[in-house]
């Protein structure tokens, strides 16, 4: 228990530092910061993780059980996508505590209930134990926003009155398109979870099948959401890319920085 508590906090740590990297390149387009990173965390990572730590990867995903559900996991993985995708846009159209937290709530929301419609109802305390920490879970979230849209409106408090009223017009016609997309985009990304409950149990099998540990079935499951998943943003923002001139490309001081 102990163990597990510790890699999920030094996880946490590590999610939480991946977009330090924006604070120097502010100035960039969309396309090109996140591109690279979604680049890193969707293929090269996985990938490379997956080979050298997993034994036996072509047997695991050669298996007729697992054969069988990989369709489905392709599927909603790439609804997920499509999900961060639609994230990435809200937060252009209502800001970033605002997004984050419809977002998030969507997803913590319904992508834990969805593992109970695939594999059924745990016994009734142990449900009546999850919805009571979800509760907490959503409770912060709700917290963290409205910390976050108060610091917003301080922030836009300090511009003269002229450059505010501008800026209002702008945001009240595109504040319910950014809501919609928003909670539609946290729905759609709960794709993960039910990838996740769908193929954990055959995954599961196989890798213990090969003489792996079983937190590699951890990894087993996310390799085939990550590069699906990775296919819909690849997709999307070589399209972005394919829109601007080539002389157009991170023409900031900070491009040193930067592989792109």
């Given at each position: 228990m102990l163990v597990g508590i510790f890699w999920a906090l030094l996880a946490g740590?590590?999610?939480?530092l991946y977009a330090i990297p924006g604070k120097y390149t502010k100035d960039f387009k969309e396309e090109?910061?996140?591109?690279?990173?979604?680049?890193?965390?969707?293929?090269v990572v996985p990938i490379l993780a997956t080979l050298a730590i997993m034994k036996g990867v072509g047997n695991i995903y050669g298996t007729p059980e697992v054969r069988a559900i990989l369709p489905q996991m392709v599927v909603t993985s790439m609804l997920w996508g499509i999900g961060?995708?639609?994230?990435?846009k809200a937060i252009h159209?209502?800001?970033v505590s605002l997004g984050f937290s419809l977002f998030i709530g969507t997803v913590i929301l319904v992508g834990s209930l969805l593992p109970f419609i695939v594999d059924g109802l745990p016994a009734m305390r142990v449900f009546a134990t999850i919805m009571v920490g979800l509760l907490f879970v959503l409770a912060g979230i709700f917290a963290n926003g409205?910390?976050?849209?108060t610091r917003e409106r301080d922030e836009a408090a300090t511009k003269d009155a002229a450059a505010a009223k501008s800026d209002d017009e702008p945001g009240k016609k595109s504040m319910a398109a950014g809501i919609a997309i928003a909670v539609t985009g946290g729905l759609l990304a709960t794709g993960f979870s039910f990838a996740n409950a769908v193929g954990r149990p055959p995954l599961h099998e196989a890798s213990m099948a090969q003489?792996?540990?079983e937190w590699v079935t951890a990894l087993a499951v996310m390799f085939p959401i990550?590069?699906?998943?990775?296919?819909?943003?690849?997709?999307y923002f070589a399209w972005q890319l394919s829109q601007r001139s080539?002389?157009?490309?991170?023409?900031?001081p900070a491009s040193a920085k930067t592989l792109y």
């Open positions: 740590l590590m999610l939480g090109n910061t996140w591109g690279l990173f979604f680049m890193l965390t969707m293929f961060v995708m639609m994230w990435g159209h209502i800001g409205t910390a976050g849209m003489g792996n540990p990550f590069l699906s998943g990775g296919v819909i943003m690849a997709g080539p002389g157009d490309r991170s023409r900031q």
